[in-house]
């Protein structure tokens, strides 16, 4: 049988700490969890723009830092998901066209075929885009290609130039201890109201027995 006095004592203990404080306290761990998950995302769009920037410039050895620089952060901060991945759009253009000028270049029997396609282009576009490129590749098809019509034999692969790197569930940074608090509160009220509710149906049944 548990004691009467003992039982009295630990319900005041646990009613002096009420439960709509627990739940102020919960709400506002809450905010802070989510505004620190909001950085770490914002931090993931600002290394994924610097990263669409470098592609746009050229520079392969900037393009190979800034991926390493947004592999690192997302791999090690919850929240940063890529999505689809990051599409280095502008390098595969650029391999494209390489390729192109070397498939349909001068050694075609009706002159540099990717010559004559890009006067038809160039003017239209303001540099490369899908659009050039799609634009391009139409007016090529319609020459056979320097040795015979075009296999497409080391033409670049789209899908390799789309990077994508994994978001950890749950990272010890200040996102994450944050939510690890939220839980630690809400476990503190589900075990408050479970304590609260044991010990007044003791003594109840006490006062039963008495």
Same mark, same amino acid.
């Given at each position: 049988?548990?004691?009467?006095?003992?039982?009295?004592?630990?319900?005041?203990?646990?009613?002096?700490?009420?439960?709509?404080?627990?739940?102020?306290?919960?709400?506002?761990?809450?905010?802070?969890? /989510?505004?620190? &998950? *909001?950085?770490?995302?914002?931090?993931?769009?600002?290394?994924?723009? @610097?990263?669409?920037?470098? #592609?746009? !410039?050229?520079?392969?050895?900037?393009?190979?830092?800034?991926?390493?620089?947004?592999?690192?952060?997302?791999s090690s901060h919850m929240n940063t998901d890529l999505?689809?991945?990051?599409?280095?759009?502008?390098?595969?253009?650029?391999d494209v066209t390489l390729w192109q000028t070397k498939?349909?270049?001068?050694?075609?029997?009706?002159?540099?075929?990717?010559?004559?396609a890009q006067e038809v282009c160039a003017p239209r576009?303001?540099?490369?885009? /899908?659009?050039? &490129? *799609?634009?391009?590749?139409?007016?090529?098809?319609?020459?056979?290609? @320097?040795?015979?019509?075009? #296999?497409? !034999?080391?033409?670049?692969?789209?899908?390799?130039?789309?990077?994508?790197?994994?978001?950890?569930?749950?990272?010890?940074?200040?996102?994450?201890?944050?939510?690890?608090?939220?839980?630690?509160?809400?476990?503190?009220?589900?075990?408050?109201?479970?304590?609260?509710?044991?010990?007044?149906?003791?003594?109840?049944?006490?006062?039963?027995?008495?």
């Open positions: 049988m548990v004691d009467k006095k003992q039982a009295r004592r630990s319900l005041k203990d646990l009613q002096r700490v009420k439960t709509w404080q627990l739940v102020v306290l919960l709400l506002l761990a809450g905010f802070i969890a /989510a505004t620190f &998950l *909001r950085l770490n995302n914002i931090g993931m769009v600002e290394r994924r723009t @610097a990263v669409m920037n470098a #592609d746009e !410039s050229g520079d392969q050895e900037v393009i190979i830092q800034r991926l390493s620089a947004l592999q690192r952060y997302v999505g689809r991945g990051v599409y280095l759009e502008s390098s595969y253009n650029r498939q349909y270049g001068d050694s075609n029997p009706n002159g540099n075929i990717y010559q004559k576009f303001s540099g490369y885009s /899908a659009e050039y &490129l *799609r634009c391009t590749t139409d007016e090529l098809a319609k020459y056979p290609a @320097a040795e015979g019509p075009s #296999d497409g !034999s080391g033409k670049p692969v789209q899908d390799t130039y789309v990077h994508s790197f994994a978001s950890p569930s749950w990272s010890p940074d200040f996102a994450g201890w944050s939510l690890v608090l939220c839980a630690v509160i809400a476990l503190l009220i589900v075990v408050r109201l479970l304590a609260l509710g044991v010990l007044k149906l003791l003594l109840r049944k006490h006062y039963r027995n008495a």
